[in-house]
């Protein structure tokens, strides 16, 4: 399945997002992300490279022209069956 996402349309501070794309991390264990995917200016993304009978933690990340890059988004948790 996808994993879809919200982009965001301003910063913390209220100035307007310079959004260049994303990046999904993911891992085992909830908070500890040891795999991170550039996906570019998408708002869903398939990752493919998951094993079976694991759950895996994911969240996504914003990142601008500059490299700066967000906070992570709320955690989704999924179970491969």
Sequence with gaps: GNL???APTTNVDGTPVGLTGYKVYYGTSSG??????????????????????TTYYLAVAA???EGNESDYSNE???AIQ
């Design 4 to 6: 879809p996402w919200d």
């Design 32 to 53: 500890n992300y040891a795999t991170s995917i550039v996906v570019g200016n998408v708002t869903t993304y398939g990752v493919k490279t998951l094993s079976i009978e």
């Design 63 to 65: 990142y601008d022209t």
């Design 76 to 78: 989704v948790s999924i």
